[in-house]
Structure formats: C-alpha cells, structure tokens
C-alpha cells in the first residue's frame, strides 16, 4: 500500500512549516503530501488543534510542528 500524508491546518506559519517539514521529511520517496486547509475536511479526521498530521487516514499528531527527523520516525513505525 502506497504511503499518503495529509497535513490539516489553517494557513498559519506553523502548519506551513510542518508542510515544509514534511516535503523534506519524505524527499526521495514516493509518498504523497497533501496540504487541506478545509475546516470540513479537517473535522473529518477529528483533529481538534492544528497543525495535524495524518498518515493513511489515521490521524498521528496534533498540535505542534514536528521536525523532518520526528516525521521520518514516524513514517518508519507506520510501516
């Protein structure tokens, strides 16, 4: 099963930054990021603060900005 992130937040500086984390995080890989600032969206994964990080539609952090090293941990105990 191919790998897919969502990052859920508002357009803030902090849910950029762990967009941008994130691209650099699974550079060199095939994993697809995708960025959703819809409020609708995002309630559906029950994600109460932002910024959220969703791997395979399960929702894995939320609340703070996690660096590239955190997310590649992560990714690696998804998988």
Same mark, same amino acid.
């Given at each position: 099963?191919? #790998?897919?992130?969502? !990052?859920?937040?508002?357009?803030?500086? =902090?849910?950029?930054?762990? $967009?941008?984390?994130?691209?650099?995080? !699974? @550079?060199? #890989?095939?994993?697809?990021?995708? $960025?959703?600032?819809?409020? &609708?969206?995002?309630?559906? $994964?029950? @994600?109460?603060?932002?910024? =959220?990080?969703?791997?395979?539609?399960?929702?894995?952090?939320?609340?703070? !900005?996690?660096?590239? =090293?955190?997310? @590649?941990?992560?990714? =690696?105990? &998804?998988?």
């Amino acid at each position: 099963m191919k #790998t897919n992130i969502k !990052v859920l937040g508002s357009g803030c500086k =902090a849910c950029h930054k762990l $967009y941008d984390n994130t691209l650099k995080a !699974v @550079a060199g #890989t095939d994993i697809e990021v995708e $960025y959703i600032t819809n409020l &609708q969206r995002i309630m559906q $994964y029950g @994600a109460m603060s932002m910024p =959220a990080f969703v791997v395979n539609d399960k929702l894995v952090c939320s609340g703070k !900005v996690l660096k590239p =090293a955190d997310i @590649a941990k992560l990714l =690696a105990k &998804q998988n």
